[in-house]
């Protein structure tokens, strides 16, 4: 059924989002920049008719916050991100 067909998809995406977190908080450039970019527009999911989960809230802090510990590694994406956000 769609129903659990969209609860799969929901709790995958929860699972890549901890992954990522994970690989971020570990170290990991490629994480931290793809981690900063999901809070740049955060995301959410609709759960049922008239209702929403935010996974990731929209938050230019915390973006940039990653962006700059992925950029401190030398990835070049991260600093092109910053230097967008600070023109």
């Known amino acids: 059924?769609?129903?659990?067909?969209?609860?799969?998809?929901?709790?995958?995406?929860?699972?890549?989002?901890?992954?990522l977190k994970l690989g971020a908080e570990a170290g990991d450039d490629y994480a931290q920049k793809n981690y900063g970019d999901l809070f740049l527009e955060g995301i959410s999911i609709q759960v049922g008719s008239h209702k929403e989960e935010t996974l990731v809230p929209?938050?230019?802090?915390?973006?940039?916050?990653w962006w700059k510990k992925a950029a401190m590694q030398g990835n070049e994406v991260a600093k092109e991100r910053l230097q967008k956000i600070y023109e």
């Open 58 to 65: 929209k938050d230019i802090k915390q973006a940039k916050y």
């Open 1 to 19: 059924s769609s129903k659990s067909s969209m609860h799969n998809n929901w709790f995958d995406l929860k699972k890549a989002v901890h992954y």
